[in-house]
């Protein structure tokens, strides 16, 4: 059996500028996100933001094409397209409170 092999997206990039870690998205917004006490440290902390930022991304996206399959197996499973949107608010929101309290 085959298995897909992941990766992380190519944006956010984040690059260290002397000591100032500077946030680069994908349409070429900076951002600074702040500045450390010099440049080695700058490098690690943009190198770890960056893993970070790039993973927060990945499941965001992986979590959308996941809804979309929600979507379209429950129109299958017969569920009115005007009760689509609410359902799945209530289903997210359920999680929601899952993990709020998971970090309490």
Not at 53 to 76: A, H, P, T
């Amino acid at each position: 059996m085959k298995t897909k092999r992941s990766c992380l997206p190519l944006f956010p990039r984040v690059e260290a500028r002397g000591n100032s870690i500077v946030i680069i998205e994908e349409d070429g917004c900076e951002t600074l996100w702040g500045r450390e006490e010099d440049e080695i440290t700058a490098r690690r902390v943009a190198d770890e933001i960056q893993i970070e930022l790039r993973s927060i991304c990945y499941i965001k996206r992986s979590l959308v094409r996941f809804m979309n399959k929600l979507v379209d197996d429950l129109v299958e499973l017969g569920v009115q397209a005007e009760h689509l949107d609410s359902v799945l608010y209530e289903g997210c929101f359920n999680i929601q409170r899952m993990l709020m309290e998971l970090s309490e």
